[in-house]
């Protein structure tokens, strides 16, 4: 396998991009406020001096999910335009040193495949 292929693979792109998705559509419902004023409802009725109910009731909960969505959606971005397009290219402009090729010796190799052997003679 190429090492290059290696440091430019997104893990899980998938799930990041259904987090993502995900994020952003319940930020962008009243299903954030509406939960925060339930709990903070809930705990009214078990405190005394509920002075931090208009505080919390009082914050937009919804354009602060929103903001968040939108930096997590943005940081997904960047990691796929750093690792797919300008790492690879700051690479093969000479600007960055290419990623260090691991040179596997005769030893390593035997003992890859003894131990490849020993985990198929279990099975």
């Known amino acids: ?23 952003a559509v319940g930020a962008n419902t009243n299903t954030v406020e509406n939960a925060a004023i339930q709990v903070a409802t809930t705990l009214v009725q078990t405190s005394a001096d509920p002075w931090w109910f208009w505080f919390v009731v009082s914050i937009p909960w919804g354009p602060i999910a929103s903001f968040l969505a939108a930096i997590y959606t943005s940081m997904l971005a960047g990691e796929w335009l750093w690792k797919k397009t300008i790492r690879p290219l700051l690479t093969r402009w000479g600007f960055m040193k290419p990623p260090p ?21 279990q099975r």
């Open 1 to 23: 396998m190429n090492p290059q292929s290696v440091i430019s693979e997104i893990n899980a792109p998938i799930l990041k991009a259904g987090t993502a998705i995900t994020a």
């Open 101 to 121: 090729r691991r040179v596997y010796t005769a030893q390593e190799i035997a003992d890859a495949a003894a131990l490849l052997d020993a985990e198929g003679a």
